[in-house]
């Protein structure tokens, strides 16, 4: 059982950032995979980015360029660096684990690009 714990989301204005932390319960170091996916109002989960064990990334075309996912084992945190948002970043943003067959998700963090 992994458990894992989101924040930094929040108001921004566009062309601000804002960097999303999500703290799991126990070692990442060898996780598969982690990331984030967002949903927003009336639309599907969709997938953000992620980081694969080794260290390789994939990210939405809607955000290459701008957002970054990184890891800190010594903390077992993963973080999204968001920048240049946009109002179309809006949206409940989830972390996720996959591990051993099962992929557990966080409660979720709103972040809100307005002015």
């Known amino acids: 059982q992994v458990q894992l714990v989101e924040s930094g989301g929040g108001l921004v204005q566009p062309g601000g950032s804002l960097r999303l932390s999500c703290a799991a319960s126990g070692s990442i170091s060898s996780m598969p995979a982690m990331g984030w996916y967002r949903q927003a109002p009336g639309k599907q989960r969709e997938l953000v980015a992620r980081?694969?064990?080794?260290?390789?990334?994939n990210y939405a075309d809607s955000v290459k360029g701008r957002f970054t996912i990184s890891v800190d084992n010594a903390k077992n945190t993963v973080y999204l660096h968001m920048n240049s948002l946009k109002p179309e970043d809006t949206a409940v943003y989830y972390c996720?684990?996959?591990?051993?067959?099962?992929?557990?998700w966080g409660q979720g963090t709103q972040v809100t690009v307005s002015s």
């Open positions: 996720y684990a996959f591990l051993a067959g099962s992929i557990y």
């Open positions: 980081i694969m064990w080794g260290g390789s990334t």
